[in-house]
């Protein structure tokens, strides 16, 4: 372990060197400026000669070739003349480049890098992700990813590592496609298929399996920050959660990404625009808003601009574009025109700036319309009949009107020995000043104050029928009412100006005025004149101009199978992210996508069947030193599940997990008082009871100001912004979760429930079964020396003190099995309890 | 970033395993465990600048406390109390409540009093801050950018008003680590007291944002589990959870040699931290032994959850090596009934921050401790009358704040606005140098401190440069 760890760090120092081991030996022979140069330059030197024109000093830009050369910072193919080698190479404070106060410096390497470039000609490469991705040519038969791999692990004299064991094979499927543990049974009927597409059958099974879009979902739904509530301030609920089933539904019939991404930007423009596409639309209202008093609406529509701005440009472009609120982007040639006409494409969105979200629109099913509409029917039907009762009433008024005294009018119930009740003589005091007024005099409310009185009153007639008239609109509205709703883009005529906004500066209006445009530097169609939709950004961002899109999500569909992305930096595939090492596996995975008409479950299988995909995580040393980070794929990785799968995971093996698929989201427990801090209302935590308490976690209610503990202990983000990369800590937040909450808690009672009722008799086989249904394997013996003393201890200890394990066996809301012996029981919940914590549970591998 | 800190994880690792943690380690589990002072290595590894804080005690005053009734007395304002505030000051400016409504001057609503040698000018309201006049510097001309609760809370504590960036004491344990073993490096209190209906607080205000969860700020709650889940289960002795404890680790170390994942031996040491944690923290916030004289000193009744209280337990977070502490306490958010909720405000924080100070200067950690107070926004000097009994509306030109301790100057005053208390117009404060002078007192140089995220060096003081603030440092 400690010689290991030691190479291991000396390896990681070379990583940090910024010069990958992997690639030394490519570096020596030909610089490439995408791979070798342009991360250097774009890290120390385009901040102040780079894209942007406002903060370029010495009016050099290094970004564009020619003009580097005109300012003659090098002479290609001569490192002894230009600016640029001498003033890097300086020991003068005064001269040396990066200057002092950037704190930046360049290594010896990369110094000696920048001249082989400039002696190999200084040539300059468009940056990787705006060239279009070139599709390498596979030969027939063989899988794209094997193909592309090996190629590159041969250059790297790699090796691969052998085939994962098939229990380990069947698990990471599981976890990957549709982040449920098989159960022991669909373990060994893998194990134990000897047909030659044993693999091929269940990966089908899984992409069929309707979990599969709910794993599928799960990171979508951090990417474009889908949550329950606003965001800011008060944090108020909003109805949202429909646009999170869509997403499952989506990637469950396999909608071709190409039209999600139209669906979600602009789905309520389509020609044949429906509730599906509309509720995907949904998309466009994700963002944060506020009902704080004093806020500004002129603040709040910029917030909200920029904030879609920053949305699209990470979802779909996988770009960095905040920074262009403000000012030129520092190293991708994103300007803040680019900026804000992005964000006029959004400017026909209705919805209130500041305030209460509306309910939205009405989501349902055939059925629930069919009912929608018979009692709209009801209603309406009701209300002809209440128009007819009310003609007559008024006929009938108009007469009892006319024969009332001109003068010294006065009402029965307002006499004084009149016994009518306080709501009569309400009524009539307020006729009675109605009446006073003549006629023409009389204003609406001075009109139905009579009518009140009369129907109320002097004329009791056809009461019934108004009164089921109201129990029409009750039903209707009730039911209406109690339907789901989602919030969606509604598109107006009446769009708000967008602005250039000086330095982000809200209160600044003298900026010129945009109308929607697509980056300019990325190839587009030509429009003419037309001024240009969400429907327009949409098509184009899954054209073949847009070189971005497919790139994007391969790359982030490749972290869920391997741990990373194939370039590490999901959010970033501009000038400061990173350069996939194997490039062209990227582009080749983007053009299949696009090719194969943007398939997800196409490109699922391509991944999953890959042999690639399915060798061992377990590394040798030597391939641990050689590549720690498993950039290269000459193994597969083990890494922690995410948030919401750990939690899946424990709920499955104890029984608990209800699986059934999307509904409003659901509130676990969680601990009391952890909402004191919210205000605007107080609001108190209720957690659910039966079914509700114990769905998969992607559907816990997604409070952003205070996500659910343990899911945050777990590195789910808050959804306040979009997030392409989840952290994956290991901290101690998550031992007390997995210890503590009683979620686990009670998971670990009913588990070990199971192991008492479901599993055999003896203590030795109960082990074996327990160790099958957690971990889908036998326990050693290293491991049952271990855990039989812990059992005896625990039996111990409840034998001397069954109080404590009747306390134990009340967590959760989950009843107990009152014929077993609560003290068995509690022991064997210690036994499923550490089964439930160790790290191979938690672990993909 | 992603690398840095893996390696950190890998290095700290190597560390434990030199302390013995697959020896005695685990079968120590069940005894008591003792704070040890081992400290966790933060990725700045000599620091460039003169360590003059060791740790950092950040008192918030949620909701915007009034600079013009507590520390910044301006008699041109009392001359035209009840006058049009000129138009000129006001024109084309960013209000809250106010905006589009008539602006009326409101002169300060309390007396004020020269306090110490220094003869620094405060509210009569606060006489025990007035006692350690001689120990403060006031800064007068502060500024922020925000001028809703939410944002402005965002920007004092991450020096960004878009979410998703990471809170100072995230940055401030990321960069030195902290030197508590069994503690967090980065823990926040918000008082509890009756209070009116205060401002809702974001647990986003203490987030890691883009940083390793690790460095998230930790709320210790002072009723319920003080960490959250800290307790164990019903029926599960702490002789019990620690056989658990050991069980875990045993396999998980079996399951470490079939694999030679590394990060096993990450989770080994968390759920031995965890452990730890379960016995330290309830000891921590446990009052009772400290004196009577300490407790009514800070004017405190132990458990109470008020701010008093906190300090005290501040106090004690910073004896155990805690980096960084930040104290809320809200309802300072006064729109309307100014006159009769500020003094009741006063009162709470005021006993408690002389008897910190004064308390830690007899234990000799006032040298080495940066004591911060401040809202995250001034008040209005026009008064708002639209919400009851008269208040005064949100401001961000100009707020009061002051530091103390760790090689601030005290018994000065810095800055100071024009003659109505609208704008900072004397040695203008931002937010940004606020940060950068801390971090500077903390060893750190702001603009070297920065950490890749979304292709950018970002930096707690952001990108348009910030200034230390040499003129209130000895």
Redesign the interface.
């Known amino acids: 372990?400690?010689s290991?760890?030691a190479s291991?760090?000396i390896s990681?120092l070379c990583?940090?060197a910024a010069l990958p081991v992997v690639n030394q030996t490519a570096a020596e022979e030909q610089v490439q400026f995408n791979r070798d140069i342009r991360p250097i330059l774009s890290d120390n030197c385009f901040f102040c000669h780079g894209p942007d024109a406002n903060h370029r000093q010495a009016d050099l830009r290094l970004d564009l070739r020619e003009e580097a050369i005109a300012a003659n910072a090098f002479v290609p193919g001569k490192p002894g003349e230009g600016t640029l080698l001498e003033r890097i190479m300086s020991d003068d404070p005064e001269q040396i480049m990066p200057p002092p106060?950037s704190?930046k410096k360049l290594t010896p390497a990369q110094k000696k890098t920048l001249q082989q470039w400039i002696a190999q000609g200084a040539e300059y490469q468009q940056h990787w992700s705006f060239e279009p991705p070139v599709k390498a040519e596979i030969p027939a038969g063989e899988n794209g990813i094997d193909f592309l791999v090996q190629q590159r692990l041969q250059e790297l004299g790699l090796k691969p590592s052998p085939e994962a064991d098939r229990r380990t094979l069947v698990r990471r499927l599981y976890n990957d496609l549709i982040g449920l543990p098989p159960t022991p049974e669909q373990v060994n009927a893998f194990i134990n298929d000897g047909s030659e597409d044993a693999y091929e059958k269940l990966v089908d099974s899984l992409l069929a399996n309707p979990h599969y879009g709910e794993r599928m979902g799960q990171w979508w739904l951090d990417l474009v920050r889908f949550a329950d509530t606003i965001?800011?301030?008060?944090?108020n609920p909003r109805n949202v959660w429909p646009y999170r089933d869509y997403v499952i539904e989506s990637f469950n019939e396999n909608k071709p990404f190409d039209q999600f991404t139209i669906e979600q930007i602009a789905g309520d423009l389509l020609p044949e625009a429906n509730q599906e596409t509309r509720v995907g639309s949904g998309f466009n209202r994700l963002l944060?808003s506020?009902e704080?008093?004093?806020?500004?609406p002129k603040?709040y529509e910029a917030r909200m601009l920029t904030d879609r701005v920053r949305a699209v440009g990470t979802v779909w472009l996988g770009m960095?574009t905040?920074?262009c609120q403000c000012h030129d982007h520092?190293?991708?040639p994103f300007t803040m025109r680019d900026f804000y006409s992005l964000g006029a494409f959004f400017a026909d969105i209705q919805e209130p700036i500041l305030g209460k979200r509306e309910a939205g629109m009405l989501v349902i099913t055939a059925e629930q319309e069919a009912e929608l509409a018979r009692r709209d029917a009801e209603l309406k039907a009701a209300q002809k009949l209440a128009n007819e009762a009310g003609a007559v009433l008024d006929k009938a008024q108009a007469e009892w009107e006319a024969s009332l005294p001109s003068e010294g009018l006065s009402l029965p119930e307002l006499a004084e020995d009149s016994k009518a009740s306080k709501n009569e003589k309400d009524l009539a005091k307020a006729a009675l000043d109605a009446l006073s007024k003549p006629a023409d005099q009389r204003d609406q409310k001075l009109k139905s104050a009579i009518q009140e009185y009369y129907r109320a009153v002097v004329n009791r007639e056809h009461q019934e029928t108004f009164a089921a008239l109201k129990k029409a609109e009750q039903e209707k509205t009730g039911y209406e009412n109690s339907l789901p709703h989602c919030i969606v883009s509604i598109s107006t005529n009446n769009k708000r100006t967008v602005r250039i906004l000086p330095r982000g500066n809200w209160?600044d209006e003298s900026g010129e005025v945009m109308q929607p445009a697509l980056p300019h530097f990325l190839p587009q169609p030509e429009f003419g004149e037309r001024e240009l939709t969400r429907l327009d950004l949409a098509n184009w961002l899954v054209s073949r101009d847009n070189p971005l899109t497919a790139r994007a999500y391969m790359n982030r569909l490749w972290k869920q199978f391997f741990g990373t992305g194939l370039s590490?930096?999901l959010?970033?595939l501009?000038?400061?992210?990173e350069t996939p090492p194997n490039a062209p596996l990227l582009d080749w995975l983007a053009c299949e996508l696009m090719d194969s008409g943007w398939d997800v479950k196409h490109m699922v299988r391509l991944i999953v069947t890959s042999k690639t995909y399915q060798q061992t995580?377990?590394?040798t040393?030597a391939l641990?030193a050689a590549d720690p980070?498993n950039r290269e794929h000459a193994r597969q990785s083990?890494?922690?599940m995410d948030a919401e799968l750990v939690r899946d995971y424990a709920l499955s093996v104890s029984g608990l997990l209800v699986l059934n698929i999307g509904g409003p989201s659901v509130k676990p427990y969680q601990?009391?008082?952890?909402w004191?801090?919210?205000?605007?209302p107080?609001r108190e935590y209720d957690a659910d009871k039966g079914e509700s308490q114990y769905r998969r976690g992607l559907y816990t209610w997604w409070q952003?100001?205070?996500?659910h503990?343990?899911l945050?202990?777990f590195?789910a983000p808050?959804r306040?912004?979009c997030?392409a990369e989840r952290?994956r800590?290991?901290?101690?937040?998550?031992?007390?979760?997995l210890?503590?909450?009683?979620t686990y808690?009670e998971a670990a009672r009913k588990f070990a429930e199971r192991i008492l009722t479901e599993g055999p008799k003896s203590t030795e086989e109960r082990l074996r079964w327990a160790w099958q249904q957690a971990l889908q394997r036998d326990p050693?013996a290293?491991?049952l020396k271990?855990?039989e003393p812990?059992l005896a201890?625990?039996l111990q200890?409840y034998r001397e003190d069954p109080?404590?394990?009747?306390?134990?066996?009340?967590?959760g809301l989950a009843p107990r099995n009152t014929e077993l012996d609560p003290v068995e029981l509690?022991a064997w919940s210690?036994v499923a309890?550490?089964l439930l914590?160790?790290?191979?549970t938690i672990?993909r591998? | 970033m992603?690398?840095?800190s893996?390696?950190l994880?890998?290095?700290q690792?190597?560390a434990r395993?030199k302390q013995g943690l697959y020896g005695v380690a685990l079968a120590s589990l069940l005894q008591q465990s003792q704070p040890q002072a081992a400290p966790t290595a933060g990725v700045i590894g000599n620091l460039p600048l003169p360590v003059r804080a060791k740790r950092v005690i950040w008192m918030t005053m949620a909701g915007g406390p009034s600079h013009l009734e507590l520390f910044d007395r301006k008699q041109k304002l009392a001359d035209m109390s009840g006058q049009p505030m000129p138009a000129s000051v006001t024109q084309?400016q960013?209000?809250?409540?106010l905006?589009g409504q008539k602006l009326f001057c409101l002169g300060p609503q309390f007396g004020f009093k020269k306090y110490g040698e220094s003869g620094m000018e405060m509210s009569d309201l606060l006489p025990h801050l007035g006692s350690v006049a001689d120990d403060i510097c006031l800064v007068r001309s502060m500024t922020t950018e925000a001028?809703?609760?939410?944002?402005a809370h965002m920007f004092m504590n991450t020096g960004s008003q878009?979410?998703?960036r990471p809170s100072m004491g995230s940055w401030v344990t990321y960069g030195l680590g902290s030197e508590a073993e069994d503690l967090p490096g980065f823990v926040v209190l918000?008082s509890?007291g009756k209070g009116r209906?205060?401002?809702?607080?974001?647990?986003?205000q203490w987030?890691s944002g883009f940083l390793?969860?690790?460095y998230q700020g930790?709320q210790l709650?002072s009723?319920?589990?003080p960490?959250?889940?800290?307790?164990?289960?019903?029926?599960?002795?702490h002789?019990?959870?620690g056989?658990?404890?050991t069980?875990?680790s045993?396999?998980?170390r079996?399951?470490?040699r079939?694999?030679?994942?590394?990060?096993?031996?990450?989770?080994i040491a968390?759920?031995e931290?965890?452990?730890q944690?379960?016995t330290s923290v309830p000891n921590l916030m446990d009052l009772s032994g400290e004196d009577a004289l300490t407790i009514s000193r800070y004017g405190c009744e132990p458990g109470d959850g008020s701010f008093a209280s906190n300090c005290l337990l501040a106090r004690r977070l910073a004896q155990q090596g805690v980096r960084f502490i930040q104290l809320y306490h809200?309802d300072w958010d006064h729109h309307s009934l100014l006159r009769e909720e500020l003094p009741l405000r006063a009162r709470e924080v005021d006993q408690a921050c002389a008897a910190l100070i004064n308390d830690l200067k007899h234990l000799g950690m006032f040298e080495d401790t940066l004591l911060v107070w401040s809202g995250e926004f001034g008040r209005t000097p026009m008064s708002q009358g639209n919400k009851g009994p008269i208040g005064r509306?949100?401001h961000n030109k100009s707020m009061s704040m002051w530091l103390a301790g760790a090689g601030v100057k005290g018994g000065t005053v810095y800055g100071g606005t024009d003659e109505l208390g609208y704008s900072a117009v004397e040695n203008v404060c931002t937010v940004h140098d606020l940060h950068a002078t801390m971090l500077h007192q903390l060893g750190i140089?702001h603009?070297?401190f920065?950490v890749?995220f979304?292709?950018?060096d970002a930096k707690l003081t952001g990108?348009e440069g910030a200034r230390v603030l040499h003129e209130i440092l000895s």
Do not use: W
């Open positions: 372990m400690i290991s760890a291991f760090r990681l990583v940090v106060d704190h965001g800011y301030h008060s944090d944060l506020t704080e008093g004093g806020a500004q603040d960095t905040g920074c520092k190293f991708d209160m590490k930096v959010d970033d501009g000038a400061q992210g995580s377990v590394a040393p641990l980070y083990a890494f922690r601990p009391g008082g952890y004191e801090n919210l205000n605007f107080r952003r100001t205070f996500l503990p343990s945050m202990a590195d808050s306040e912004e997030c952290n800590s290991n901290i101690p937040q998550q031992a007390l979760v210890l503590n909450d009683p808690v050693d290293e491991e271990v855990i812990l201890q625990h200890v109080q404590a394990a009747e306390s134990l066996l009340k967590t509690a210690h309890r550490v914590n160790l790290h191979e672990t591998s | 992603q690398l840095l893996t390696s994880n890998r290095r690792v190597l395993t084309g960013q209000l809250a409540q905006q001028i809703n609760h939410d944002p878009i979410a998703g918000v509890t209906s205060p401002q809702p607080i974001a647990a986003r987030s390793p969860s690790r930790v709650r009723s319920g589990d960490v959250l889940y800290l307790s164990n289960p019903p029926g599960v002795s002789a019990q959870q056989m658990d404890v069980a875990i045993q396999l998980n079996q399951q470490e079939s694999t030679q994942d590394p990060e096993i031996a990450t989770r968390q759920y931290m965890a452990f944690m379960q809200r509306d949100h140089q603009d070297a920065s890749k979304q292709g950018l990108v």
